[in-house]
Structure formats: C-alpha cells, structure tokens
C-alpha cells in the first residue's frame, strides 16, 4: 500500500541543476543531465532548462554558489516560464533542501527523490509497493524538518498507529515517531514476503538458474520476452518493470529458470538498495548472469562497469557471467575524414572494429544481439545452452547421458 508520493509530477515544467568537477568532466555532468531528463520524462515531467556551475565540490549549503542560485531563481520566477520545480542531479542533504527550497520557492526535488517517485508510481504488486514505501520513508526521515507530514493518524496501539500525546511533544517528534513504526511494521512485513520468496526459490528444485542483469532501459524485458515467449512488460522508459519475473525456458532437451530484475543506474539511492533485498536475493542465488548492455548507448561502458560493481558489491563473489551486447540494430558511428589525423574514439569507430578492442578479450562470453530485431538470438540460446549444460553436468555427474550434442539447427 503506497501511502503517500513525494511529489505529483504530470506535466510539471522543470528546470534541471548540475555540478561540473574535478571528478565529474562537462562531458560527463552533460551524460549526467541526460539521464536526468530521461527520468524526469519517464516521471511525467516536462524539462526546459538545465544549469550547470563548475565548482570544485557540491557547496554544503546550497549545492550550487548563491550567483547560480540567484540565476536559478530569476528564470524560475519568471511568469513567462512557468517553472514549478527544480530537480539537481545528486541527493541533497536536508540542510541544502532546506536553504535551496527557502531560497527559491518552488518545488525541489533531488535525483534519489525523484528516483522514488518513479518506483512508487511503477510498484505494482504489494511486494513492490511495500519495498518502495519502506525506501520512501527511510528517504524521508533525515527530511521532517522541511516536510509538513500530515499522516493518518489511528487512535490505539495498533503497529501503525500513535498512542496518546506526552506533555509538550512536537509536532515533529509526533511524525518521527509514527514513521518510525511505519518503518518497524514495513520491515517486518518484508521480513515476511522475503521468507515467502526464499521459500519459493527453494522450491525451484534444482532447476539451473540464470538471471538477466544490467542498466535501466538496456532491453533485458525485450529479450526476456523472446527467449521465455512470455509477455513481460517493456517500454522505452526508465525503470518500465519492478517486479522480480521467473519464467522456466527449455532449450533443446534443457530445461532451466531465467529471472528479469530491476534495471541498474548511476547514483543508485541507497534506500533502495536496501529495501530491495529479495530482488537482489535473485541475483546473489543465480548460477548465471547474463549481462545485457546497451550498446547504442554513448556511455554504455560507464553503464557496464556500473552494472558490475554494484553485482560485485551484492554477491561478494565473481559469478559466472555472459556479456549480451544489445541495440546493434541502434548502433551509430561518426566516419571519420580521410585527412583526420585525430585519435579515434568510440564515436568514430565501426562496430566490426570496436568487437576487436577489449570486447575481444571476452572471447566465447560475450554475444552481439538486437532483441528488438531478432538478431543472433539463436546464437545466444545456443551459448545459454552451452553454459547452463556445463553448469548442470558440474552439479549432476551422472545425468550427463541425457544431453545430446547441440546445433543452431535443433533450436
């Protein structure tokens, strides 16, 4: 049950707010921003302008210096623009909330914020609803001080309810109090759904597992859909599924469960982290991974290594793992002139020769696919097939007999 949003956000007008460092080049703050819009579109709201400072660190106060801030208030306050929100591209702490929402007077929102506001509106099983709720209150606590939280209040001493008020308590200590027994009975309401969900991989059996890992908005729906012939939801948005889907796939004479998890991204909101537990617990109990990479992405390697910290942080372990490059049917490249004598880059190289850069290195594990296009699809089951049987004989010994050997021709 989603009890509240932090925000409504259809057909607001909003400007975006990004920091330009030493540890975050132009180019990168301008990859930054993009992503940004994509999230601010896929939540509804409609971007207008972006502002950027270079400063060698988010200043404490206000994220930005106050001759930035004044230029941010002079755009929003004008009639013309109709601005009703500013959203900056990194989590601000509730003391920079505070001074910048004081200063400007419009709605503020942060990239974690916003982050939330798509996952509460995408959350469609209870599961979903009670993670995302958890990672909205967690979000909220270190903020009452700038948040004026009317909750429903019950009479009682029911585990989301208030008891009767002491002598001279706050309106603040009252709301502290009743999120944090909304957040003492959501965690134990997932402590629940989690026991279910371990005892629904459990019975599993011994079925091989592989999960579909990866970036938000890389095509692991699309290609769940094709290899499971299943019908998961998939759009070109940020975020389009939440929900952990389990499908049982049999290649040939091979029959083993492949999962679709929640996309990655940059800056991931540690709540969510968090309060996503038994997604990951998908990933950490997974015999394989198959690593799905936008590969028309201009920041698709930034995107991979992202991807494989963030795996590396939840499973502890190097799991086995197929790299699936995807879009090649998206794939675009600059020609560079003959008399150029410019290094090249990833922009400017073909994708024949960018396969032979260190991509070559990965040798049988990695595949270049459009799940959009049905390109090489059967080339990846074929692979699947290959490294879920190494992974079963490994496990069963003695059933090695029951496979025969594999070709393009009996898929």
């Not at 944090?180 to 309401?189: A, F, I, R």
């Not at 991807?307 to 600059?334: G, Q, R, S, Y």
């Not at 090489?376 to 879920?388: D, P, R, S």
Request: aromatic share 6%; glycine share 4%.
């Amino acid at each position: 049950m989603k009890e509240f949003i932090l925000t409504d956000t259809m057909t607001e007008n909003a400007v975006l707010v990004g920091l330009i460092t030493p540890a975050q080049n132009e180019q990168k703050s301008k990859e930054y921003l993009d992503e940004l819009d994509f999230l601010a579109d896929t939540a509804g709201i409609r971007t207008v302008r972006r502002f950027t400072q270079r400063l060698e660190q988010a200043h404490p106060v206000t994220f930005v210096g106050s001759g930035k801030l004044q230029e941010i208030k002079a755009y929003t306050e004008d009639a013309d623009n109709e601005i009703g929100m500013v959203i900056f591209d990194d989590e601000l702490s509730p003391k920079q909330l505070r001074n910048i929402e004081a200063a400007l007077k419009v709605k503020i929102m942060d990239r974690t914020s916003l982050i939330l506001d798509i996952f509460a509106a995408r959350a469609q099983t209870a599961h979903a609803k009670t993670q995302v709720e958890l990672a909205q209150y967690n979000y909220m606590l270190p903020r009452l001080k700038r948040l004026w939280t009317h909750l429903e209040r019950q009479s009682g001493t029911g585990s989301g309810g208030m008891r009767m008020r002491g002598p001279g308590e706050t309106q603040l200590e009252i709301d502290r109090r009743i999120i944090l027994n909304k957040v003492s009975k959501l965690k134990e309401d997932l402590k629940e759904i989690d026991k279910q969900k371990a005892n629904q991989r459990q019975n599993r059996g011994k079925l091989v597992r592989v999960a579909l890992v990866g970036y938000t908005n890389v095509g692991k729906s699309t290609l769940m859909n094709l290899l499971s012939k299943s019908d998961v939801f998939a759009e070109n948005k940020l975020f389009a599924t939440l929900d952990t889907t389990v499908r049982k796939i049999t290649i040939d004479n091979l029959t083993f469960l492949i999962t679709d998890t929640v996309g990655f991204i940059r800056k991931l909101p540690t709540e969510l982290i968090e309060s996503f537990k038994s997604t990951l617990d998908e990933v950490r109990e997974a015999d394989l991974l198959v690593h799905v990479v936008d590969i028309a992405h201009p920041a698709f390697e930034e995107q991979l290594d992202v991807v494989a910290k963030t795996l590396h942080d939840i499973t502890k372990t190097d799991k086995p793992t197929i790299i699936v490059f995807n879009k090649i049917d998206a794939f675009e490249h600059i020609e560079k002139d003959a008399d150029d004598l410019t290094p090249r880059t990833k922009e400017n190289i073909p994708l024949d020769e960018l396969k032979r850069t260190w991509m070559n290195n990965l040798h049988e594990n990695c595949l270049f696919i459009s799940a959009q296009e049905r390109q090489n699809i059967e080339e990846l089951k074929a692979l699947l097939y290959q490294k879920v049987k190494e992974i079963h004989v490994e496990r069963f010994p003695y059933n090695d007999f029951l496979y025969q050997d594999y070709s393009e021709a009996e898929m």
